[in-house]
């Protein structure tokens, strides 16, 4: 009940990391009854276009072996010898459909699940060797639907095999009247037919196999609320924590933002919601830079800090408001350079006057 009720809160579709760890562990979705009907049409297709060639070897090794055994002196020495030449003819007769049926194998898999290294699957592991864990596997709702899949093969094979077979018993009457050969090419021909029916039947039993499979694959990989929330914890971090770190670099940011305010030329004003604090070193910099900017709450503070370090306050609300626009640390765009210089130009204007003015008291 409890793996029942977990399987009905799966509902949100799988993560690509969830689906990048299950195929670390070689989690994928495959068939094998694709696997095996394309290694069966293939051999098939492969027989068949290699008939003439495996006939005319076949009956030329005939030929060699029954020409020759005459003159054989029957001993274990020849028995080898015969034997070891039989088995190096064969082997060269069915390399062409071992070769296509390997190279369509490969082809397969990798159509399937791409290519995959899974070193974890073929480590040994000791739980393995448990017996009541390999009886649980064995009673296993996978083991008992792959049982129920393979006898569901097996009985439609046979059927078809029986039917097909059943179908040409009236031309096994005059198999009697034949050569060996025709008798031969007529065992062939209701093999061939065998293994064609056979084969189409098992092309609509692998496309329902892949099917199934692919639906299972993708409703186990199926997420809860819960994992989708852990997950993203993981990879991006706890919300919380990083909001906290958000606002200790804001903090940290601000406070060195407002220490950059005393040394700076002037504070653009609008005059109360914003405040742009511009420093300008002729020679060092091409052209002014924002050193300190806020709104509200921060502008006031800005607002404080110039007055009280004795930092000039212009009021520009339009200039102000395009400045404001402009990150930390910044320099002036190209389109405020002339309103910014007049307000430095005013700025310098003042300062002057204001030196003049200590120097006439000084010298007074």
């Given at each position: 009940?409890?793996?029942?009720?977990?399987?009905?809160?799966?509902?949100?579709?799988?993560?690509?990391?969830?689906?990048?760890?299950?195929?670390?562990?070689?989690?994928?979705?495959?068939?094998?009854?694709?696997?095996?009907?394309?290694?069966?049409?293939?051999?098939?297709?492969?027989?068949?276009?290699?008939?003439?060639?495996?006939?005319?070897?076949?009956?030329?090794?005939?030929?060699?072996?029954?020409?020759?055994?005459?003159?054989?002196?029957?001993?274990?020495?020849?028995?080898?010898?015969?034997?070891?030449?039989?088995?190096?003819?064969?082997?060269?007769?069915?390399?062409?459909?071992?070769?296509?049926?390997?190279?369509?194998?490969?082809?397969?898999?990798?159509?399937?699940?791409?290519?995959?290294?899974?070193?974890?699957?073929?480590?040994?592991?000791?739980?393995?060797?448990?017996?009541?864990?390999?009886?649980?596997?064995?009673?296993?709702?996978?083991?008992?639907?792959?049982?129920?899949?393979?006898v569901g093969k097996v009985v439609l094979v046979?059927?078809?095999?029986?039917?097909?077979?059943?179908?040409?018993?009236?031309?096994?009457?005059?198999?009697?009247?034949?050569?060996?050969?025709?008798?031969?090419?007529?065992?062939?021909?209701?093999?061939?037919?065998?293994?064609?029916?056979?084969?189409?039947?098992?092309?609509?039993?692998?496309?329902?196999?892949?099917?199934?499979?692919?639906?299972?694959?993708?409703?186990?990989?199926?997420?809860?609320?819960?994992?989708?929330?852990?997950?993203?914890?993981?990879?991006?971090?706890?919300?919380?924590?990083?909001q906290r770190i958000r606002q200790t670099q804001?903090?940290?940011?601000?406070?060195?933002?407002?220490?950059?305010?005393?040394?700076?030329?002037?504070?653009?004003?609008?005059?109360?919601?914003?405040?742009?604090?511009?420093?300008?070193?002729?020679?060092?910099?091409?052209?002014?830079?924002?050193?300190?900017?806020?709104k509200d709450l921060v502008a006031k503070k800005?607002?404080?800090?110039?007055?009280?370090?004795?930092?000039?306050?212009?009021?520009?609300?339009?200039?102000?408001?395009?400045?404001?626009?402009?990150?930390?640390?910044?320099?002036?765009?190209?389109?405020?350079?002339?309103?910014?210089?007049?307000?430095?130009?005013?700025?310098?204007?003042?300062?002057?006057?204001?030196?003049?003015?200590?120097?006439?008291?000084?010298?007074?």
């Open positions: 009940m409890a793996e029942q009720q977990s399987n009905q809160d799966k509902t949100e579709k799988p993560t690509p990391r969830r689906r990048r760890k299950a195929r670390e562990k070689g989690q994928v979705a495959k068939s094998n009854e694709v696997m095996a009907v394309v290694v069966l049409l293939t051999g098939l297709a492969t027989l068949y276009a290699t008939a003439g060639y495996l006939y005319r070897n076949i009956t030329g090794l005939m030929r060699q072996v029954l020409g020759q055994a005459h003159a054989w002196d029957v001993n274990m020495d020849t028995i080898q010898g015969f034997a070891l030449r039989a088995m190096e003819g064969f082997f060269w007769l069915v390399l062409p459909v071992l070769v296509m049926v390997f190279v369509m194998a490969l082809l397969v898999g990798v159509a399937q699940v791409g290519f995959m290294w899974v070193p974890s699957l073929i480590k040994p592991k000791l739980e393995k060797l448990n017996p009541l864990k390999g009886l649980k596997r064995i009673a296993s709702k996978r083991t008992l639907m792959e049982l129920f899949k393979s046979g059927y078809v095999a029986y039917a097909t077979i059943v179908g040409r018993m009236e031309d096994l009457s005059s198999l009697g009247h034949l050569t060996v050969i025709e008798i031969l090419h007529f065992v062939c021909e209701v093999a061939f037919l065998v293994f064609l029916k056979a084969a189409a039947i098992m092309v609509v039993l692998a496309a329902l196999d892949w099917a199934f499979n692919k639906w299972e694959y993708e409703k186990n990989l199926k997420m809860s609320k819960k994992e989708l929330k852990d997950e993203w914890k993981q990879t991006e971090g706890d919300p919380l924590v990083k804001m903090k940290m940011a601000q406070q060195r933002m407002m220490a950059a305010v005393p040394e700076a030329d002037v504070v653009v004003t609008n005059p109360t919601h914003y405040a742009v604090a511009l420093l300008y070193q002729p020679g060092a910099m091409d052209a002014p830079q924002v050193t300190a900017k806020g800005i607002r404080e800090l110039a007055e009280a370090h004795a930092v000039p306050l212009v009021q520009d609300p339009p200039v102000a408001q395009a400045l404001y626009q402009v990150e930390v640390g910044e320099t002036v765009p190209v389109e405020l350079f002339e309103a910014v210089a007049a307000i430095l130009a005013y700025v310098y204007r003042l300062k002057n006057r204001h030196h003049q003015y200590l120097y006439q008291e000084e010298t007074a």
